[in-house]
């Protein structure tokens, strides 16, 4: 009789290299029934499970590892020899988030993962990262403040950040460096950060580590048939992140009043970091 069993590898027991928890690993498990026999006990003898120790309950004989010696009246589990622990990776699919396949997310898969193993994003739940959620303000924020590992003495916040929030920290050291100005007053962190706003806040990050863009002249708005929705406070920024190609548009439009997604963070902040 053939059984599946699934395997959860937990945080002691992980892959070299891998600092967040494994995916799920499939395994195929073998039961036999054995004839009476000696008194051995399911295979592990004095040693630990799989321990190659055999079956004969004392651990002296050689045995196989993980299995009983046949005839020994109980059970025998064997894994499976055609099925592999973790399957290969081949594709553009999230190794950490079950909602980003690779039909789906090609050109976002692997900068989630990448800015996730870096310690810049997070997921919203267990093995979801929720790529077609628009991020807020604050969230926003807070993964700008973590990728560039912006530091500052702060004095203060915005009145409508309520103090221990989780983004707290992060929005007042913005604040303090300049780059979170809000509407003057408020910041709105629980908002959806608009693709305009969000090229703001990275152009003014970009200028505080003293890596700004090179300067671009608002004629390459131009090709972007929603160019007139853009502010005019964000045009110099929009034009700078077009010109260097971190953000390209629909091929039409630019989208500068629409929401942010998280999907689309990942990606933007990524051609930041890696210097495209």
Not at 202 to 225: E, K, M, Y
């Amino acid at each position: 009789m053939t059984y599946m069993m699934i395997v959860r590898i937990d945080e002691s027991n992980q892959p070299t290299g891998i600092t967040k928890d494994s995916p799920v690993a499939v395994f195929l498990v073998i039961r036999e029934e054995h004839d009476s026999g000696n008194n051995g006990n399911d295979g592990d003898g004095n040693g630990t499970d799989g321990g190659g120790t055999g079956g004969n309950g004392s651990g002296a004989g050689p045995g196989n590892p993980g299995q009983s010696d046949p005839g020994d009246g109980n059970p025998s589990v064997t894994i499976g020899e055609d099925e592999t622990p973790l399957e290969e990776y081949t594709g553009p699919r999230s190794r950490y988030f079950d909602d980003v396949p690779e039909e789906q997310w090609p050109w976002a898969v692997y900068e989630i993962d990448d800015l996730f193993e870096d310690g810049v994003v997070n997921g919203t739940a267990p093995r979801i990262f929720s790529p077609e959620a628009n991020i807020t303000r604050g969230d926003f924020m807070l993964m700008l403040v973590r990728a560039y590992d912006l530091v500052a003495e702060t004095g203060g916040n915005f009145p409508d950040v309520p103090q221990g929030s989780y983004y707290y920290d992060a929005i007042a050291i913005a604040r303090t460096l300049g780059i979170a100005k809000g509407d003057g007053e408020n910041f709105h962190p629980q908002s959806f950060i608009t693709r305009q706003d969000m090229m703001v806040l990275i152009d003014r990050t970009l200028r505080t580590i003293s890596a700004p863009l090179p300067t671009a002249p608002q004629s390459v708005l131009l090709s972007f048939s929603d160019n007139d929705r853009i502010a005019d406070y964000a045009l110099d920024a929009v034009a700078a992140l077009v010109q260097s190609e971190i953000i390209k548009g629909d091929g039409t439009g630019i989208n500068p009043l629409g929401n942010t997604t998280r999907a689309e963070m990942a990606v933007v902040v990524h051609r930041i970091l890696e210097g495209v």
